[in-house]
């Protein structure tokens, strides 16, 4: 007896169906992929997102009728279109810096700074980025002035040494808390300081009533 003699007749019919649908259903989504597949990736662009919301014209970036073909004069007016103004680097950056697969960028612009740029001081800062960066560019500014509002105002020398000199970590963005006594850092200038010796005269703090941070060398005699 033949092996499709032992399937009943009813549901040997249900099953040559259900390959049917099956074998429909796999070439419409091979279709559909194929479809999309200019939609998913564009080197150098990222993912493209559905523009179900975009609050302009098409014809703003895109020429014919297909998804992919830009246009060349492309200017997007981001405040006028949209009411949220882009200024300094922001009006520079990419659309998917900012709109893409992470989620919708109301949720993250909601969170500040934070919410698309990773914190690279780790919480050693105050998460006021804006204190010491602008829009322009994340060069800091003002950090002598700022530093003056500290237990250790920076003058003389101490206003143009590197960060990391004093500050581990600095190089990374992460500054973590440093000693404001001069030996901490000193050591080494103590240990040589041989005329006169001032470890063998126990000359170890109080080094400004001789020494002035206008050098390294200077030193002036209280008189």
Do not use: K, Y
């Not at 993250?108 to 960066?133: I, K, Y």
């Not at 000359?203 to 009533?209: A, S, T």
């Not at 020494?211 to 060398?217: I, Q």
């Amino acid at each position: 007896m033949a092996a499709n003699q032992r399937i009943p007749p009813r549901r040997r019919s249900s099953l040559l169906l259900g390959l049917a649908v099956s074998s429909l259903l796999l070439a419409c989504a091979l279709d559909r992929q194929a479809a999309l597949e200019p939609h998913r990736w564009w080197a150098g662009l990222g993912p493209v997102l559905p523009h179900d919301t975009f609050p302009a014209d098409c014809g703003l970036c895109h020429l014919g009728d297909d998804w992919w073909t830009l246009r060349e004069d492309f200017r997007f007016d981001h405040g006028a279109e949209t009411g949220v103004p882009l200024h300094g680097a922001h009006a520079a950056a990419g659309c998917l810096s900012c709109h893409n697969d992470r989620g919708p960028v109301a949720v993250f612009a909601s969170q500040g700074c934070a919410g698309c740029h990773e914190d690279v001081h780790r919480g050693s800062l105050e998460n006021t980025c804006e204190s010491c960066h602008t829009e322009q560019t994340w060069q800091p500014f003002g950090q002598v002035e700022r530093h003056g509002r500290t237990r250790f105002p920076l003058i003389g020398v101490h206003a143009v040494t590197a960060c990391r000199r004093c500050h581990t970590g600095a190089e990374v963005g992460v500054f973590l808390p440093a000693p404001a006594d001069c030996a901490a850092c000193h050591q080494a200038d103590l240990a040589q300081a041989l005329n006169p010796n001032h470890l063998g005269l126990g000359w170890v703090d109080n080094c400004d009533r001789c020494h002035l941070p206008t050098s390294w060398n200077q030193a002036e005699l209280d008189q």
